[in-house]
């Protein structure tokens, strides 16, 4: 399928560039002792995450249970749910889908624990969960130390299988590499182990210990107590990720097609805000000198003509790197795969 | 249905507001002589239009080819497309779908005149079309005056059946009501009004005028040559324009659970901004003293705890203002209709 047979706005993947990606993170986890567990919420696409498998990944982490009834209907059964569960409807879906494969949940509190536990007991189920634990996001978890062994000792006896921990450090993903980076990482880092050595102290082993994203995977071969990183964004790499982190390869835009030209000032193009994420900066034009994305309305993107341009008219194509992929993604129902200008691939998105 | 019974993220209408909203804004166009074909963007539901349309619409108007679909195979053809055409995989399916009803499309410029009109012509059909002027948005349309009758000259000789004019003054919509206001609306109709008078002076008669939305709709009474208003958002209300636009009532919220709390400076819920858009601005909560929504992450809504508040943990329910109609309701499947405290109707969303 040729290129300008596809209608706009439509989601592009560079294969070759998502490929080297996902080689090279693979890599990296393959020198252990530490192993991927990507997060699937950044593309969201069955095929991909069975890609991330066969590459090494030891299963996918997911943000909701969506996306993880997606995987589990896709035979993909080994999955993190980094969402803390509450409310009766989501407690009963997970615990039903729980009975297909090696979920595991996250506990911050003692109400969630206990709901869960109400819900297992009487179901006869003994749901895997890891205690999620504030490292200095300050979003989620629990206070580290003795709160955080309490928790873990509080879940076990509502009968829920405790397994591990959880320290997502967010707040670090995208500072620039350096020593301050490094420094913040190491007080994080061990600020989860001072908590897993307290719970194994009460006689809890931890078997999982789940941390990282993209910005910070390669910090974690200096804490091989970590079993576990949740690294997704690596793979299709938006401009967001890439200004901090350039091991890789920026792979996903979303064309467009300019629809106004009434002079010289500016362009139209048929992509907003429904189908390319502003919501953490402007998305960039991937390679027009002379043009300026400037505003994203709902259905509208605005492009200033800066300075000396290729020459577009309505109806050309143009390509925008998409800033934030879990936002976009969201917006989509496909991703079109493209090698040498062809689509190679239909990636249906899940969750 | 209970309203505890809906998981979340849920996007919920207040039916008893919406009624009230889609009643005033009836009665006001019902004096005419301008008539309401209001925007299907803003709730991307085929029955809501349906109800518009039996309470005196005269049709709907739609941002994107998607939604004139989903009208179509709803039974409602009498559909204004409000973005230009181009690129041949969208001027297809507007000639094919332009056997099915009334539809009119804008052209802003001679190449995608001329490009609707050969695939027209090709197809033995002579699609309606409205001259899209820019009347001061800088966004798209022709320049007003000659060059706007100088296209709809040149769209009538490639065949196309040249029915009227649009003038959107989107960049109005939000000014606070007053004089200023009213002397640049004034300035933008004078501006189409001008070049209406050059078309018809070149034998072109302007059956339609289409102009203006829901900021802006009771100043339409004073340019009675405006055949249709666009306006739209008075049905749901969000947050952003009843900041200037006090006629119509909030309806739209989003229905979120706490999914964590691990102290007293915040809670967590689960509606992040891939259930609610944080594209304009940020949402607040619907009726909770002393809360403070401060972020969207993908999937969480941090909330400070600032003052004195209602008691609210792990498992309670809170309501957010959507802030963003348009930009929110594109994030959802379906949006619950609640009366009296139960869910009376599901809205599935199309387009």
Redesign the interface.
């Known amino acids: 399928m040729k290129l300008?047979?596809?209608?706009?706005p439509a989601l592009l993947l560079d294969l070759e560039a998502m490929e080297r990606n996902l080689a090279k993170m693979a890599a990296f986890f393959a020198q252990g002792p530490t192993r991927l567990r990507p997060h699937y919420?950044n593309h969201k696409s069955p095929v991909l995450a069975r890609r991330q498998i066969d590459a090494g990944a030891i299963g996918m982490t997911c943000?909701?249970l969506s996306e993880a009834e997606a995987l589990v209907s896709n035979g993909i059964t080994d999955i993190l749910l980094s969402?803390?569960?509450?409310?009766?409807?989501?407690i009963r879906?997970f615990v039903d889908l729980a009975r297909l494969g090696e979920l595991k949940a996250i506990v911050?509190?003692a109400?969630?624990a206990a709901?869960l536990g109400v819900e297992a007991r009487a179901r006869g189920q003994a749901p895997q969960v890891l205690v999620n634990i504030?490292v200095g996001q300050?979003?989620?978890?629990?206070?580290p130390g003795e709160p955080a062994a309490e928790l873990a000792q509080r879940a076990r006896a509502e009968g829920l299988n405790v397994h591990g921990l959880m320290g997502y450090e967010g707040h670090l993903g995208h500072l620039p590499d350096g020593p301050d980076k490094e420094r913040a990482y190491g007080e994080a880092m061990r600020t989860l182990m001072d908590s897993r050595s307290l719970v194994e102290a009460r006689g809890i082993p931890v078997e999982i210990v789940s941390a990282g994203g993209t910005g910070t995977y390669r910090l974690s071969s200096r804490f091989p107590q970590i079993t576990e990183s949740q690294a997704g964004s690596y793979l299709l790499m938006d401009t967001n990720y890439a200004s901090t982190c350039t091991d890789f390869d920026k792979a996903l835009t979303v064309l467009a097609?300019?629809?106004?030209?009434?002079?010289e000032e500016?362009l139209?193009v048929?992509a907003g805000?429904?189908s390319i994420?502003?919501?953490l900066g402007m998305p960039v034009l991937k390679s027009r000198d002379g043009l300026h994305l400037r505003k994203?309305?709902?259905?509208?993107g605005?492009i200033d003509i800066v300075g000396p341009h290729a020459s577009l008219?309505?109806?050309d194509?143009i390509e925008i790197w998409v800033q934030y992929s879990?936002?976009t993604v969201?917006?989509h129902d496909c991703m079109y795969g493209i090698r040498n200008g062809k689509v190679e691939e239909v990636f249906t998105l899940h969750g």
């Open positions: 300008d047979d596809l209608d706009t919420k943000a909701t969402t803390e569960l509450a409310g009766e409807p989501k879906r911050d509190n109400k969630g709901a504030n300050n979003r989620t978890g629990i206070t097609t300019v629809i106004s030209k009434t002079g500016r139209v048929d805000l429904k994420s502003g919501e994203l309305n709902a259905e509208h605005v008219d309505v109806g194509r879990d936002a969201n917006l």
